[in-house]
């Protein structure tokens, strides 16, 4: 019986089915087409997550950018997915596909990312290590000792709203300077354009990167400063949490060869002791996040027939 995960994003609903031996056995996605309404969208991730092989009596895991209602399995807060804010999302696809809406599981974009790294992407066979999702935002997601940690509530692992810059620029959440204001790629395109970089075009990121990889320069030192302030971030998990394997995914990361310089730096900083840090990038790309969710959907089958 394959494991079936859907990934919830503001332009697709992602979508795969992953065998106990861990091979991918399908993978779709539709539209969100989120201006139909939520029901109509329910109504769709049922059908794709029938289509991918979720029966009657089963699992099925999750993923969704945004912060929830654990308890009651209802999406609270999402930027991306507003039109979907109040539903209950474990009840409408439990309803819809016959599975017991306890059996159905969710988690947060980057948490189920950073699962899916460690089942079949970058991570694989590294126990303890935390993602970092370079997008929009900056998303985070922990594994400790192979599983997945996400604290009671399922809001652990929020780095994007560490504070680097206490007088830096008004983050969404209310803060001001948090990491995610100024190392997302949303940031980074900000930065680029408030420096006039690169001159051709200011605020285009694969162009700077592309200026900065043939030659040392203005655009290499920005990547270097935003590569500071990611290590800035980094270090408080590996101060807290003893971390020093960290996966970049995300849009941005990309570029990681040429922030790559900048994170040890600032992490180099305010680190307490040497720490020998290991930098990848995540493998998965987009399906990171359906297969997380897929690995959720196999761990309770485990636990079911366990
Ligand atoms: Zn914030």
């Given at each position: 019986m394959p494991f079936v995960g859907l990934d919830f994003g503001g332009t697709a609903i992602k979508g795969g089915a992953v065998g106990?031996?861990?091979?991918?056995v399908a993978e779709r996605s539709i539209p969100s087409?989120?201006?139909?309404g939520a029901t109509d969208v329910m109504d769709r991730a049922a059908e794709l997550a029938r289509s991918l092989g979720?029966?009657?009596?089963g699992a099925l895991g999750v993923g969704c950018a945004g912060i929830f209602d654990r308890a009651r399995g209802v999406l609270l807060e999402s930027p991306n997915l507003s039109q979907l804010a109040g539903t209950c999302l474990t009840g409408q696809l439990g309803t819809r596909l016959d599975i017991d809406p306890a059996h159905v599981y969710l988690e947060n974009d980057a948490n189920v990312a950073a699962y899916g790294e460690q089942w079949l992407g970058a991570?694989?066979?590294?126990a303890d290590f935390m993602i970092l999702t370079l997008g929009t935002g900056v998303g985070g997601g922990i594994v400790l000792g192979g599983s997945l940690f996400t604290g009671p509530a399922g809001r652990a692992g929020e780095i994007g709203h560490v504070v680097i810059e206490p007088d830096g620029p008004l983050c969404g959440c209310g803060s001001r300077g948090c990491l995610e204001t100024l190392a997302s790629a949303t940031a980074a395109r900000r930065r680029a354009s408030e420096r006039g970089l690169p001159a051709e075009d200011p605020g285009n990121l694969e162009l700077l990167a592309e200026t900065a990889r043939n030659h040392a320069g203005a655009e290499r030192e920005l990547l270097f400063d935003i590569g500071r302030d990611l290590g800035h971030g980094l270090a408080y998990p590996a101060n807290l949490?003893?971390?020093?394997c960290f996966v970049f995914a995300g849009?941005?990361?990309?570029?990681l060869d040429l922030l790559e310089p900048g994170i040890r730096a600032g992490a180099s900083e305010r680190t307490f002791g040497e720490r020998d840090l290991t930098l990848l990038p995540a493998t998965l790309g987009s399906s990171a996040g359906w297969i997380g969710a897929a690995r959720l959907a196999l761990d309770a089958g485990a636990t079911q027939v366990g």
């Amino acid at each position: 019986m394959p494991f079936v995960g859907l990934d919830f994003g503001g332009t697709a609903i992602k979508g795969g089915a992953v065998g106990s031996g861990g091979e991918i056995v399908a993978e779709r996605s539709i539209p969100s087409a989120l201006e139909r309404g939520a029901t109509d969208v329910m109504d769709r991730a049922a059908e794709l997550a029938r289509s991918l092989g979720a029966s009657e009596g089963g699992a099925l895991g999750v993923g969704c950018a945004g912060i929830f209602d654990r308890a009651r399995g209802v999406l609270l807060e999402s930027p991306n997915l507003s039109q979907l804010a109040g539903t209950c999302l474990t009840g409408q696809l439990g309803t819809r596909l016959d599975i017991d809406p306890a059996h159905v599981y969710l988690e947060n974009d980057a948490n189920v990312a950073a699962y899916g790294e460690q089942w079949l992407g970058a991570a694989r066979d590294i126990a303890d290590f935390m993602i970092l999702t370079l997008g929009t935002g900056v998303g985070g997601g922990i594994v400790l000792g192979g599983s997945l940690f996400t604290g009671p509530a399922g809001r652990a692992g929020e780095i994007g709203h560490v504070v680097i810059e206490p007088d830096g620029p008004l983050c969404g959440c209310g803060s001001r300077g948090c990491l995610e204001t100024l190392a997302s790629a949303t940031a980074a395109r900000r930065r680029a354009s408030e420096r006039g970089l690169p001159a051709e075009d200011p605020g285009n990121l694969e162009l700077l990167a592309e200026t900065a990889r043939n030659h040392a320069g203005a655009e290499r030192e920005l990547l270097f400063d935003i590569g500071r302030d990611l290590g800035h971030g980094l270090a408080y998990p590996a101060n807290l949490l003893d971390l020093t394997c960290f996966v970049f995914a995300g849009g941005f990361a990309a570029t990681l060869d040429l922030l790559e310089p900048g994170i040890r730096a600032g992490a180099s900083e305010r680190t307490f002791g040497e720490r020998d840090l290991t930098l990848l990038p995540a493998t998965l790309g987009s399906s990171a996040g359906w297969i997380g969710a897929a690995r959720l959907a196999l761990d309770a089958g485990a636990t079911q027939v366990g």
